[in-house]
């Protein structure tokens, strides 16, 4: 066991008393940071907590101003953020970053409303009564219709690759294959370079999709974001907004990011070169660069910087 596993495992211990509340909590812990500890603790850019039965990502807790939440895609993680956490706490800000009930939701709730309303619990506990709201691919559609419902909570948004006017799916049937070989040219799409499809990322994909519980509330999610088209409603939208989007996007294509940067009055559209879905990963430099300069321009520089 390797010394990063050892120390999630210590802290899911730490907390579990709190987590056995109910059963559902407790499968959502250990689903959570038995499948992911090692992503989930991997450097020390930021510490791992828990609210009400909620793991979350914390990182410049001490930071005044506005802080910024963070939400990840439908089988993304806290870890798909992990460049981006570091650059942000140490230019001062707060971050906050739930790990989304994708897995563990009731049947009834795997839905886009469902995981509109968690994170609507989730910022009254962790009291972010107005935020930096960004989100990427599925968390993009979830950050606009939160900033749809909620406009008064949210200080600015942050889309990247989100879905809410279409997206390219990978074959329903991919939800019921195994195979490394069969899975790979499909998640490939997903970045500009092939290289990041590692095997380990593939085993990750087979425990999920094999998984009969996860694999149900992954297909209603899907369903959900086909029939949920933001575009209509994207007046709705007040606050002031970037869009970040790679150039080579093949899940959410750049004719997704122009239809929402026409819908919502004001937005910015910024381009990243050689990216794919997923900037925030594939063009770290590039994206946080852009990141923090919005920041600046919208919310402000905070009172405090994190040391180091």
């Given at each position: ?99 989304l ?24 506990l ?40 279409y ?30 499809v ?89 994206f ?6 919005f ?14």
């Open positions: 066991m390797t010394t990063v596993r050892f120390r999630v495992l210590q802290w899911y211990e730490a907390n579990s008393s709190s987590l056995r509340q109910t059963s559902e909590r407790t499968r959502f812990r250990r689903d959570t940071f038995e499948a992911n500890s090692e992503r989930l603790m991997a450097g020390s850019s930021y510490e791992m907590k828990e609210i009400d039965g909620i793991p979350y990502a914390e990182a410049g807790a001490e930071c005044g101003g506005t802080p910024i939440l963070l939400l990840h895609g439908m089988m993304g993680t806290i870890e798909n953020w992990e460049k981006l956490i570091p650059a942000v706490a140490a230019a001062g800000y707060r971050i906050v970053c739930p790990v009930p994708m897995y563990s939701v009731k049947l009834r709730d795997a839905n886009l409303q469902g995981i509109v309303d968690f994170v609507l619990r989730f910022t009254n962790a009291g972010l009564e107005k935020a930096v709201v960004t989100g990427n691919s599925f968390g993009g559609h979830i950050a606009a219709l939160y900033a749809m419902q909620f406009p008064e909570r949210v200080e600015a948004l942050v889309l990247s690759g989100a879905s809410g006017i997206e390219v799916e990978m074959s329903s049937s991919v939800m019921r294959r195994n195979d490394k070989n069969y899975l790979r040219p499909r998640v490939e799409k997903t970045f500009f370079d092939p290289s990041h590692t095997d380990e990322l593939l085993d990750d994909i087979i425990e999920i999709i094999t998984n009969r519980e996860k694999a149900i509330r992954l297909i209603k999610f899907a369903r959900a974001v086909e029939k949920g088209s933001i575009k209509a409603d994207l007046y709705k939208i007040k606050a002031p907004t970037l869009l970040v989007w790679g150039k080579q996007d093949e899940i959410t294509p750049p004719d997704v990011a122009k239809t929402l940067n026409e819908g919502i009055t004001g937005a910015e559209l910024r381009w990243l070169d050689e990216c794919g879905h997923v900037p925030m990963m594939e063009q770290p430099e590039g946080n660069g852009i990141y923090l300069d920041l600046k321009r919208t919310v402000g520089s905070p009172s405090s910087a994190v040391a180091g």
